[in-house]
C-alpha cells in the first residue's frame, strides 16, 4: 500500500480491494514502526481514526452515497486546530491546548471522508527552515537521519517521505511547504493567497500565510486541492471565491507549447553545480514535452529576504500578543503582578527563534521606526510584485531553484540565523507575491533529494500541477521510497 497514491487508493478502496479500515491500521502501524527514529508525528489519534474508518466501511457495504476521498487518511500540522486532539504549534507556550472548532480545512477534509491520523510536528510557530526548533525535539529526515527534514512544515514532508500516511497539510509562509517538500523528495504546493481559508490555522504572518497539500505526487496534491480549498466568507475574509475547485481538469493536458519562464537572478552564481546539473536535467525534460524555455528578468527579487524579515516578524508580534499567559498559553507560577506574569510568561512559554521574531517585529513597529523598516518592506513587496507581473507577459510558468543545496545537516546553522534566513531566498518571492507555486522531486545529490519549484500566475494552480504531473508521468522520483524506511 505504501507505492500506491491517493488516485491508486481512491480506487483500491472503491473496488473494496482493501477497506479504510485496513488503510488506517497499515498507517499506523508503520507511524509505529518507524517514527521512533524520526520524530514527525506528535499525536496518534489510533481510536478515533480507527472508528471513523470503520464506519467508513460500514457506510461503503451498505451502498451509501460517499466522496472519493472517504477513507483516505491524513495528518495534520500541528498549526491547524482539531477538536479531537492537541493543537500546540510545536510550542510549551500551548502545551496541552485543545480547540474547541476545526479549521476549515479540517472541516472540509472530514467532510469528504478522510481519516485523520494525527498530528505532526513542526518549527514552533512555523518559525523556522529546519524543523528543529520544536518543543517536541528536531524531526529527521528520512533520507539520512543526521539531516533536516527544513521546515516549518518538516514533519508533515517527513512523514509523507517515509509513508506513515499518502498525505498532510502544511502551511507555507515563506516556503514551508516548497522547502521540506524539496528536502524530503515529495510534491507540495503552496496555493495563491486566498485560495485555502485561514480560518483554524493559527497564524503567524496572516498577509503571507497559506495552506496546503504534501503528498508524493502532483496528481494527489491536486486531488487533495481539490477538497481543501473553499470559499469561507463568514470566518476569513481573505478568502476568495473561485470559479471552480477541480485541480485535477487539467492534468492530463500536454503542455507543448507553454512558455516557461527561468529568472537569471535564480541561476546566476548558483552555489551548488551537482544540484544545478540536476535543475538543468528536468528542464530538458520539460523541453522534451514540448515546453519552451526563455530567460526573464526579475530584479528586486534580491531585497526579498530583507523584506520579508521585516514584515514576517512584525506581523508575528502582533499576532502572538495573544498569547500571554492570561487567556491563552503557558501561565508561570508565583508572579507578584500582572507584568512579571506576562513576562515570565512569555519567556519560558516561547523559544528562542520565535523570541527573536517577536523583538525583530516589535522594534521595526515601534514609534519612529515603522516607516524606516516595515513601510519600506511593503513598498519592496509592491515592487516585487511588479516583477512577477511584467514576467507574464512572457511566460505561463517560471521554473527555478527550491532551495539552495540539499537538506543541510542538523545544527548547522542553529547558531547563525542569518545563514538560516539565506536558505529561503528563493521561497519567499512568491509569498511576497501571493502565488501559487508547487516543488517537485528531480533527482538525488549525495542520496539526498533534490527539489525543482513550478511558480504560477495568480489563481492558476491548474498550470503548475498540469506542468508537474506532465513530468511525473515521464519520471520516477516521486516514486521513490526511503531506504530506511522501504518494509
Known amino acids: 500500500m505504501k507505492y500506491q497514491g491517493i488516485a491508486e487508493l481512491i480506487n483500491a478502496l472503491q473496488s473494496k480491494k482493501i477497506s479504510a479500515t485496513e488503510l488506517c491500521r497499515h498507517y499506523h502501524d508503520r507511524v509505529q514502526k ?11 489519534a489510533r481510536t478515533s481514526s480507527m472508528m471513523r474508518a470503520k464506519e467508513i466501511d460500514e457506510a461503503r457495504a451498505n451502498g451509501e452515497p460517499l466522496q472519493a476521498l472517504a477513507g483516505i487518511p491524513l495528518l495534520v500540522k500541528e498549526n491547524f486546530c482539531t477538536v479531537d486532539m492537541p493543537t500546540t504549534c510545536a510550542s510549551k507556550a500551548l502545551q496541552g491546548y485543545q480547540s474547541p472548532f476545526d479549521a476549515t480545512i479540517i472541516k472540509n477534509c472530514r467532510r469528504a471522508g478522510m481519516v485523520i491520523l494525527g498530528k505532526c510536528n513542526m518549527d514552533e510557530f512555523a518559525m523556522g527552515g529546519s524543523n528543529e526548533n520544536s518543543a517536541f525535539g528536531a524531526v529527521k529526515n528520512p533520507w539520512k537521519s543526521t539531516h533536516v527534514p527544513g521546515g516549518s512544515s518538516g514533519g508533515s514532508a517527513a512523514a509523507v517521505a517515509a509513508r506513515l500516511s499518502p498525505a498532510a497539510t502544511g502551511s507555507d509562509t515563506g516556503g514551508s511547504i516548497r522547502q521540506p517538500a524539496a528536502f524530503c523528495g515529495i510534491t507540495g504546493i503552496k496555493p495563491s493567497y486566498g485560495v485555502i481559508s485561514r480560518f483554524g490555522m493559527i497564524a503567524f504572518a496572516s498577509s503571507l500565510d497559506q495552506a496546503g497539500p504534501m503528498a508524493a505526487s502532483a496528481e494527489d496534491c491536486a486531488i487533495l486541492l481539490s477538497t481543501m480549498a473553499s470559499h ?55 523541453e522534451k514535452l514540448g515546453a519552451s524555455c526563455v530567460e526573464i528578468d526579475l530584479p528586486d527579487v534580491k531585497h526579498c529576504i530583507s523584506a520579508y524579515y521585516t514584515i514576517a516578524p512584525c506581523e508575528a508580534s502582533s499576532n502572538l500578543a495573544r498569547f500571554d499567559g492570561n487567556i491563552y498559553g503557558h501561565r508561570c507560577q508565583h508572579s507578584e503582578d500582572i507584568d512579571t506574569m506576562y513576562a515570565r510568561s512569555r519567556s519560558q512559554g516561547f523559544g528562542d527563534e520565535v523570541k527573536r521574531r517577536i523583538m525583530i517585529g516589535t522594534y521595526a513597529l515601534s514609534s519612529g521606526y515603522r516607516n524606516d523598516y516595515y513601510n519600506k518592506a511593503q513598498n519592496i513587496r509592491n515592487l516585487i510584485r511588479h516583477d512577477f507581473d511584467e514576467a507574464w507577459h512572457q511566460v505561463d510558468v517560471i521554473v527555478a531553484p527550491t532551495a539552495p543545496s540539499t537538506a543541510f545537516q542538523l545544527n548547522q546553522f542553529q547558531d547563525d540565523p542569518t545563514k538560516m534566513y539565506q536558505q529561503d531566498v528563493y521561497t519567499i518571492p512568491v509569498n511576497l507575491a501571493e502565488l501559487p507555486a508547487l516543488s517537485m522531486p528531480i533527482g538525488f545529490v549525495n542520496d539526498l533529494p533534490v527539489g525543482l519549484q513550478i511558480i504560477g500566475k495568480k489563481w492558476d494552480e491548474k498550470t503548475i500541477l498540469n506542468c508537474a504531473h506532465q513530468y511525473q508521468t515521464v519520471t520516477n522520483w516521486h516514486k521513490i521510497i526511503p531506504p530506511s524506511v522501504n518494509d
Do not use: C, W
Request: glycine letters at 4%; zero cysteines.
Open 232 to 286: 469561507d466568507p463568514a470566518n476569513d475574509m481573505t478568502s476568495v471565491k473561485q470559479p471552480d475547485y477541480d485541480y485535477q481538469s487539467k492534468l492530463n493536458n500536454s503542455i507543448r507549447g507553454m512558455k516557461i519562464g527561468l529568472p537569471k537572478q535564480y541561476f546566476e552564481n548558483f552555489g551548488d553545480q551537482s544540484v544545478e546539473n540536476i535543475m538543468q536535467t528536468a528542464i530538458k525534460e520539460l
Open 34 to 44: 518507524h517514527d521512533t527514529t524520526l520524530n514527525s508525528v506528535t499525536h496518534i
